[in-house]
T-cell receptor, first 114, second 115 residues
Framework: DSGVTQTPKHLITATGQRVTLRCSPR?????VYWYQQSLDQGLQFLIQYYNGEERAKGNILERFSAQQFPDLHSELNLSSLELGDSALYFC?????????????FGPGTRLTVL | AQSVTQPDIHITVSEGASLELRCNYSYGATPYLFWYVQSPGQGLQLLLKYFSGDTLVQGIKGFEAEFKRSQSSFNLRKPSVHWSDAAEYFC?????????????FGKGTHLIIQP
């Protein structure tokens, strides 16, 4: 158990809908990262937040957005969903916003878009 | 932009045999390098990491990896695999230039252990 929690574990929805994925980082971790894992694209970095502020953006679509709240939990919002958004979404956390601090990964949320 | 190549999609090894998983990276400076393992239905767990210093790094579960700058490689090794090592293995590179980006992962190598 990494100490990072993600809810829900599974999510099934229809095209065009909007969903919110939630992540609680390890106690004391200020940085949260979101990744998408799909069969065709592999594991891709989406976005990073550090202590409530957006720190870095990766391959995140404009239909996707995220935020980190004062209690440091984070939410990833996916809207106008398409079939290709079906994937495993991971959240990771680290103690500071720099790569050489180990990132601890949550168990993921599996999103299925029908 | 940095990139990671794991040339082997699948590798099959007999239990007790040695293992080497290949990883090549592309990065302008000395990178931060990582190996993660993902068991079915699980998140990713860090096996080991390289930032600087000794080019042979030891990790958890008996794994080690060697950084070879001349070959832009960071191969993962284990002298004797166990059936519980069957999993997906990912090599990743982090930005050592002071940026705060997330990790760039390879496509992964699926390790199958034969009894």
């Amino acid at each position: 158990d990494s100490g990072v929690t993600q809810t829900p574990k599974h999510l099934i929805t229809a095209t065009g809908q909007r969903v919110t994925l939630r992540c609680s980082p390890r106690s004391g971790d200020l940085s949260v990262y979101w990744y998408q894992q799909s069969l065709d694209q592999g594991l891709q970095f989406l976005i990073q937040y550090y202590n409530g502020e957006e720190r870095a953006k990766g391959n995140i679509l404009e239909r996707f957005s995220a935020q980190q709240f004062p209690d440091l939990h984070s939410e990833l919002n996916l809207s106008s969903l398409e079939l290709g958004d079906s994937a495993l979404y991971f959240c990771a956390s680290s103690t500071a916003g720099i790569p050489y601090n180990e990132q601890f990964f949550g168990p993921g949320t599996r999103l299925t878009v029908l | 932009a940095q990139s990671v190549t794991q040339p082997d999609i699948h590798i099959t090894v007999s239990e007790g045999a040695s293992l080497e998983l290949r990883c090549n990276y592309s990065y302008g400076a000395t990178p931060y390098l990582f190996w993660y393992v993902q068991s079915p239905g699980q998140g990713l767990q860090l096996l080991l990491k390289y930032f600087s210093g000794d080019t042979l790094v030891q990790g958890i579960k008996g794994f080690e990896a060697e950084f070879k700058r001349s070959q832009s490689s960071f191969n993962l090794r284990k002298p004797s695999v166990h059936w519980s090592d069957a999993a997906e293995y990912f090599c990743a590179v982090g930005d050592s230039g002071g940026g705060a980006d997330g990790l760039t992962f390879g496509k992964g190598t699926h390790l199958i252990i034969q009894p």
